[in-house]
């Protein structure tokens, strides 16, 4: 006996064959590639990759003595360093388009009220990711730089090396920004029903001592930063509750899905 198909369900008959999505995830994926590409040829003529440098290095150089610089202590670091800030900026201005493509390639699968959830995310989410990113370059890294160069001695002259710079300015916008992604997280989790609401904010306690640690494992040894990337956590873990009351109670599935 052949079964059929639930014809309340709006996906029935709708699968495709594997092939097929692997071909899907590559054509969005080069798009996606595309787009980051045209991005870093755009930001290599104007303002180019040494002016991008300049800006990400300046709440760094605001803060060291006058007339020091970074040095540079590998031979291509000065080509190649400019090139991955440039990379970088790409991706960033590129990433509501990728995500907009990775939104498409799981629509198809996705019933019209996760839809309508996914959308608000996506924008979301990147916005979120940005604000990290800006709040971590405008406010931490000047708090930062400044405390530290208090504890330096007299008798020392800063001369941070630009990879390093490079490397520590990767960490920390991944961390802010991945942080500030705090409410998409409980949003999804109570979403998906692996968590309630009300056991979101039974785990208030704990969430505030997991943000600290966290905070002190990836910030840097200084309690300015550390501060400064777990008090965010904790707002945006309420802010979290709030909105997953809000999304549970508006994306309901209709009563005939």
């Known amino acids: 006996m052949s079964a059929t198909?639930?014809?309340?369900?709006?996906?029935?008959?709708?699968?495709?064959?594997?092939?097929?999505?692997l071909v899907e995830l590559r054509d969005r994926l080069i798009r996606a590639f595309i787009a980051v590409a045209i991005m870093f040829g755009v930001l290599s003529f104007w303002p180019g990759?040494?002016?991008?440098?300049?800006?990400l290095a300046q709440p760094?150089?605001?803060?060291?003595?006058?007339?020091t610089k970074l040095i540079a202590t590998n031979v291509i670091s000065p080509f190649l360093v400019p090139l991955k800030i440039t990379l970088l900026a790409a991706f960033m201005v590129?990433?509501?388009?990728?995500?907009?493509?990775?939104?498409a390639f799981v629509a198809p699968g996705l019933y019209s009220h996760e839809k309508r959830l996914v959308v608000p995310l996506v924008v979301s989410s990147t916005l979120l990711f940005?604000?990290?990113?800006?709040?971590?370059?405008?406010?931490?890294f000047g708090q930062v730089f400044k405390f530290i160069q208090?504890?330096?001695p007299k008798s020392i002259t800063p001369a941070p090396d630009i990879e390093a710079y490079l490397s520590f300015v990767m960490t920390m916008f991944i961390a802010f920004g991945a942080a500030f992604e705090v409410p998409i997280a409980v949003v999804v989790l109570a979403r998906m029903g692996l968590v309630t609401v009300a056991k979101l904010r039974e785990f208030r306690g704990y969430f505030i001592v997991v943000a600290f640690?966290?905070?002190?494992?990836?910030?840097p040894p200084d309690i300015v930063s550390q501060l400064a990337l777990a008090i965010p956590m904790c707002l945006l873990?309420?802010?979290?509750?709030?909105?997953?009351?809000m999304f549970i109670k508006h994306t309901q599935p209709p009563k005939d899905e």
């Open 5 to 21: 198909p639930n014809p309340e369900d709006e996906l029935a008959g709708t699968e495709q064959p594997f092939v097929s999505h």
């Open 49 to 55: 990759p040494s002016h991008l440098y300049d800006l």
């Open 60 to 67: 760094l150089v605001a803060n060291l003595p006058e007339g």
């Open 94 to 103: 590129a990433l509501p388009y990728v995500l907009y493509q990775v939104w």
């Open 130 to 140: 940005l604000g990290g990113v800006a709040f971590c370059y405008f406010f931490v």
């Open 150 to 152: 208090g504890f330096a």
């Open 213 to 219: 640690i966290i905070a002190a494992v990836i910030t």
């Open 237 to 245: 873990y309420e802010v979290g509750i709030l909105s997953a009351g």
